[in-house]
């Protein structure tokens, strides 16, 4: 059974580094079928799209938080990470780790973690 | 970025009856065009790809249809665990948009 865990601070000062990171269990993150993406969700607001990266590291951004995020892959350790620079209370928000098949014509978010809240105050 | 718009944004139906979600993007994503159901608390859950293809495990009553800019959800014969908010996502191009949702609430 595939699972996906977020973990990291939950609290983050403003202008520093928002760090996550996704386990995944159950499935390798090496898998050439997936891309591993993150998803943010600010409280009472939709979905938007932070970023994704395949297992070999090619990675694929938001253009509006491009110039400061930076998702990498560590595929000894089955995980994923997210990195936010600069971070304001507009970073404020439950983020979530999913995966999407690299397939087109099915690249969907089919799997997600629980989510974990991350917000910006000093 | 290819835009996606949803309407309406809260929808009032009562149990039992159907209920139609639109959504439109602002330019063709072909069948590339995904719905999730999201509850308070809860990460959303993935419905339909493929613009008309049920995920595993999700019900027959709910059903997608369209392609290109146009598409639609629906939900047969709404229960009760079936009031929350749906979101549509484009898979297409890079970057992936979501649109801003539709909130089904109980009538």
């Given at each position: 059974?595939?699972?996906?865990?977020?973990?990291?601070?939950g609290?983050?000062?403003?202008?520093?580094?928002?760090?996550?990171?996704?386990?995944?269990?159950?499935?390798?993150?090496?898998?050439s079928s997936?891309?591993?993406?993150?998803?943010?969700q600010?409280?009472g607001?939709?979905?938007?799209?932070?970023?994704?990266?395949?297992?070999?590291?090619?990675?694929?951004?938001?253009?509006?938080l491009?110039?400061?995020?930076?998702?990498?892959?560590?595929?000894?350790?089955?995980?994923?990470s997210?990195?936010?620079?600069?971070v304001?209370?507009?970073?404020?928000a439950?983020?979530?780790?999913?995966?999407h098949?690299?397939?087109?014509?099915?690249?969907?978010?089919?799997?997600?973690?629980?989510?974990?809240?991350?917000?910006?105050?000093? | 970025e290819i835009?996606?718009?949803q309407?309406?944004?809260?929808?009032?139906?009562?149990?039992g009856?159907?209920?139609?979600l639109?959504?439109?993007?602002?330019?063709s994503?072909s069948?590339?065009?995904?719905?999730?159901?999201?509850k308070p608390?809860?990460?959303?859950?993935?419905?339909?790809?493929?613009?008309?293809?049920?995920a595993?495990?999700?019900?027959g009553?709910?059903?997608?249809s369209?392609?290109?800019?146009?598409?639609?959800l629906?939900?047969?014969?709404?229960?009760?665990?079936?009031?929350?908010?749906?979101?549509?996502?484009?898979y297409?191009?890079?970057?992936l948009?979501?649109?801003?949702?539709?909130?089904l609430?109980?009538?």
């Amino acid at each position: 059974q595939l699972q996906l865990q977020e973990s990291g601070p939950g609290l983050v000062k403003p202008s520093e580094t928002l760090s996550l990171t996704c386990t995944v269990s159950g499935d390798s993150i090496s898998s050439s079928s997936y891309y591993w993406g993150w998803i943010r969700q600010p409280p009472g607001k939709g979905l938007e799209w932070t970023g994704s990266i395949y297992y070999s590291g090619s990675t694929y951004y938001n253009p509006s938080l491009k110039s400061r995020v930076t998702i990498s892959v560590d595929t000894s350790k089955n995980q994923f990470s997210l990195k936010l620079s600069s971070v304001t209370a507009a970073d404020t928000a439950v983020y979530y780790c999913a995966r999407h098949s690299t397939v087109s014509s099915s690249s969907a978010f089919d799997m997600w973690g629980q989510g974990t809240m991350v917000t910006v105050s000093s | 970025e290819i835009v996606m718009t949803q309407s309406p944004a809260t929808l009032s139906v009562s149990p039992g009856e159907r209920a139609t979600l639109s959504c439109r993007a602002s330019q063709s994503v072909s069948s590339n065009l995904a719905w999730y159901q999201q509850k308070p608390g809860q990460a959303p859950r993935l419905l339909i790809y493929g613009a008309s293809t049920r995920a595993t495990g999700i019900p027959g009553r709910f059903s997608g249809s369209g392609s290109g800019t146009e598409f639609t959800l629906t939900i047969s014969s709404l229960q009760s665990e079936d009031f929350a908010v749906y979101y549509c996502q484009q898979y297409s191009k890079w970057p992936l948009t979501f649109g801003q949702g539709t909130r089904l609430e109980i009538k």
